[in-house]
């Protein structure tokens, strides 16, 4: 029987590199998972070095790493300085953030994550959360819906997916993702089918665990936490989240506004490691077709 994979990170080299790892640092992962980004960092620590690792989702914590100088932490990474205060740290080396959604829950049919497997429409990271896939289906109103798809999903028919859900709905709950897939998969091109069932199933897992507000949260706790010269590497999996991370690097807030001084210069409390966006080669896309849409941005806090 094969082995069941949690999770292939991406872009693993090249994130572990952009942290400048200083082997007596600390660090933090805040997106544990299977696992493969912490163990790489902590292979280049030495016996004073740490690493905190947070996972929302207990299932990650079968993969925790045997090792004095790893602490997992089960929570949300909204929390990291507040954590990381309860275990006596101010001030940290480095950030890794790899906000893609593991293997394990894309293919654990139970969890309604994907649209390939027929199951409940759950979505939940966090499953001690109350807000599900199915409660945003059975009871946001038309507008709230459609806002959804529109600006989570980035859905140009986001107004007639909702107006058919709301519709449907009148007549028979739907409580799972083959039960919502009837109702959408009309208002799609076949062409389009699996992109725009992506971007659908994307603005619900996006909401159900508040996924914009959480890493807004992740980057301005970042400028608390992280000393000077600690570096921040962020790998994103579509624009919206890109869009945030590109700005804040640049700017040091989310709007992305730029604080001139008199001479005109931007005052940020970032320097870009990399200009220009790091993505997957085709090597690495062959091997992990999942990487296909990550960015990877490096920053230093001054």
Do not use: W
């Not at 790893?70 to 205060?85: C, D, I, M, Q």
């Not at 946001?140 to 806002?147: F, T, W």
């Not at 706790?221 to 640049?250: A, C, M, W």
């Amino acid at each position: 029987m094969a082995e069941v994979v949690y999770h292939i990170p991406t872009l693993l080299e090249e994130t572990i590199s952009g942290l400048s790892i200083n082997p007596d640092g600390v660090y933090a992962d805040v997106t544990f998972g299977g696992g493969g980004h912490s163990r790489a960092i902590i292979a280049q620590l030495s016996e004073k070095g740490h690493l905190y690792s947070f996972d929302q989702d207990i299932d990650a914590y079968a993969n925790r790493i045997d090792d004095s100088r790893f602490t997992f932490v089960h929570s949300n990474f909204k929390y990291l300085s507040n954590f990381l205060r309860y275990h006596g740290v101010s001030q940290i080396d480095g950030i890794v953030a790899d906000l893609g959604v593991s293997f394990h829950h894309f293919d654990d049919e139970k969890r309604g994550f994907s649209f390939r497997f027929d199951g409940e429409l759950d979505m939940r990271m966090n499953i001690k959360k109350t807000l599900t896939a199915r409660e945003i289906i059975a009871t946001y109103s038309e507008e709230q819906l459609a806002d959804i798809f529109y600006l989570f999903g980035e859905l140009k028919s986001s107004r007639r997916i909702a107006a058919a859900i709301v519709k449907a709905r009148s007549n028979s709950a739907i409580n799972t993702t083959e039960e919502l897939l009837s109702v959408v998969r009309p208002l799609i091109k076949p062409a389009m089918e699996k992109k725009e069932l992506a971007q659908i199933f994307q603005a619900l897992r996006i909401v159900v665990n508040d996924e914009i507000e959480v890493l807004k949260s992740l980057l301005q706790q970042s400028l608390k936490v992280l000393k000077p010269g600690g570096r921040i590497t962020v790998l994103t999996y579509h624009s919206l989240e890109d869009r945030i991370v590109k700005n804040f690097f640049k700017t040091g807030n989310i709007e992305g506004k730029a604080d001139k001084d008199f001479f005109g210069r931007v005052s940020t409390p970032f320097k870009l490691i990399n200009n220009k966006v790091i993505i997957p080669g085709d090597e690495e896309i062959e091997r992990n077709p999942r990487s296909r849409s990550a960015k990877l941005r490096i920053a230093e806090k001054i």
